[in-house]
C-alpha cells in the first residue's frame, strides 16, 4: 500500500522486454471476455497499457465504463495520447475506492500478482456486483510451457520464480490453475470458466528472433483457450455463489 505507483510506468513503454506478450494478451483477453460479458455496466480495475480501452469502450455490450487506475501518470500518458477520447477514469487506490455503485461486470486484468492480499482485493469488489453479474480475472501463469521447459533445462530454480522483468512491473507472486481456484473458493465464487492466454513454447527473446508471421502468433492465442494449465496466462470467469 504504500509503494510509489508511478514508479513502474517505465515497463508500460514499448520498448519493454515483454511488450510483445503484453500487446497479444492484452488484446486478445478483451475480445474473449467480450463473448461472455453481460449486458450493462463494467468497472475495470487498471488502466496499464491502455490496450483493452478500444474493446470494451467501443462495445455495444456496455452502457457504462469505469476505469479505477492508481498511477497518475500512466492516467497522464495515456489522456496525453488520447485526448479525444471521453472516458470515466477514476484515480485511486484499488485498496481505498469506495462507491455506492454496482456493476453488471468487474475486470480484474493481471491484477491480483501486483496487490498484497489478492483475496481482500477480491472480496472487496465483491460487494461492487449486482446479483447474477461476473467477475472476470486475469493472472500470470507459472506453470506456462515455456517456464516448465526454463525449469527443467536449469534456468528456472522454481516454476513461480520473479524474473527482473516481473520486479520491473511491481509482481509479487504467480499463480497457476489451482492456486487461482483456491482463491475463488475461499472468497464464495463459483468458477464458471478458466481459459488459456497465449500458449508459448519458447521465450519471447527467442520468438522475436524467429520473426514469426502474425497468423502464427495468433495461433498461439487460438489453440491456448483450451490449455489454462501450460499458458501464459489463465482468464477466469466467475460469479458469485
Known amino acids: 500500500m504504500n509503494e510509489n505507483l508511478d514508479d513502474y510506468v517505465e515497463a508500460y513503454d514499448n520498448d519493454f522486454l515483454y511488450s510483445l506478450d503484453n500487446r497479444l494478451i492484452l488484446q486478445w483477453y478483451p475480445q474473449r471476455i467480450l463473448k461472455k460479458i453481460n449486458d450493462g455496466s463494467l468497472l475495470e480495475l487498471g488502466l496499464g497499457h491502455g490496450h483493452t480501452i478500444q474493446y470494451f469502450l467501443n462495445s455495444q455490450k456496455i452502457s457504462h465504463y469505469r476505469i479505477i487506475e492508481g498511477s497518475e501518470q500512466i492516467i497522464e500518458n495515456f489522456l496525453r495520447q488520447n485526448y479525444d477520447v471521453s ?10 475506492y469506495d462507491s455506492e455503485d454496482k456493476f453488471d461486470n468487474i475486470v480484474m486484468g493481471f491484477v491480483l500478482e501486483h496487490v498484497d492480499d489478492p483475496v481482500l482485493l477480491i472480496n472487496k469488489y465483491i460487494q461492487y456486483l449486482k446479483p447474477e453479474s ?11 510451457l515455456n517456464r516448465r521447459f526454463g525449469y527443467e533445462a536449469g534456468l528456472l530454480d522454481e516454476l513461480d520464480q520473479l524474473s527482473e522483468a516481473d520486479l520491473q512491473l511491481g509482481h509479487k507472486r504467480y499463480f497457476n490453475l489451482d492456486s487461482l481456484n483456491f482463491i475463488a473458493q475461499k472468497c464464495g465464487l463459483t468458477v464458471k470458466s478458466f481459459e488459456g492466454l497465449f500458449l508459448k513454447p519458447i521465450t519471447t527473446n527467442q520468438i522475436k528472433l524467429l520473426d514469426l508471421d502474425e497468423k502464427i502468433l495468433h495461433a498461439m492465442l487460438k489453440v491456448g483457450i483450451k490449455y489454462p494449465e501450460l499458458c501464459t496466462g489463465i482468464l477466469m470467469e466467475a460469479t458469485v455463489v
Do not use: G, K
Not at 472516458?87 to 481505498?96: A, N, S, V, W
Not at 461476473?134 to 506456462?144: E, G, K, Q, R, Y
Open 134 to 144: 461476473s467477475l472476470f480475472i486475469t493472472v500470470p501463469n507459472s506453470d506456462a
Open 87 to 96: 472516458i470515466d477514469i477514476i484515480h485511486d487506490r484499488f485498496e481505498t
